[in-house]
């Protein structure tokens, strides 16, 4: 069953073509890829994808609702939660401090709703952040500074926070960027147990190879802002399309 649906999204800005024609269903309950060389427009799909950009032209649908024009909390709401590129938390926070932010606005119904999102008392609000640190491995460093903590830790912070929200959609911005080797493993390791342990969906871009062909079940290429490929990772090993995208030539 898909849980997101794109279907003829254009985009231009200017004379340039972004997106051409996007067409991409994510089945719920999978990890899929969205990989490319640089200037194929995944960026641009992203932010497509969660309301940032307005196509042109087409649509988006999360669980049969539009995405289009709704803001950033009203796209969090819905169950869809963004990972970026850089690590985006609060360097003069602890990590417990950072963790209990995203804890007011818990979407299952727990709390009671005001204004700004769910409230409950600070004692469910902390209780609920000490769990995601649990499920985060991170409840030893609950009263480190985030500033303090390498980029790895940084990033199993913000995802931890993502998914204290509960999200149904989890989109990933090239999340092992700037890591090393050992952080990148560590990361995809978080991201096979979030797959496995939870009720959720994972879209992911990502340059990294290794991280792709470990994580993904299907796998779209974009070239020049269209739809090269989509298929197993299998499949697209050995395709000679994309690795004529990648490296200019046909390999055969």
Known sequence: MSILEVKGVNKRFGGLQALGDVNLSVQEKTVHA??????AGKSTLLNCLVGKLIPDTGSVMFDGQSVLGRTPFEINQMGISRVFQTPEIFGDLTVMENMMIPCFAKRDGSFE???WGSVGSQKDIVEHAEEVLEDMNMADKRNMMASSMSRGDKRRLEIGM???????????DEPTAGMARADTNNTIDLLKEIKDT???????IEHDMHVVFSLAERITVLAQGTPLVEDVPDNIKGN???????LGEAQV
């Open 162 to 172: 993502c998914l204290a929200q509960e999200p149904r959609l989890l989109l990933l």
């Open 113 to 115: 709703m005001n204004a």
């Open 198 to 204: 939870r009720d959720i969906t994972i879209a992911i």
């Open 240 to 246: 000679p399309k994309v690795r004529e995208a990648y």
């Open 34 to 39: 969205i990989i490319g060389p640089n200037g």
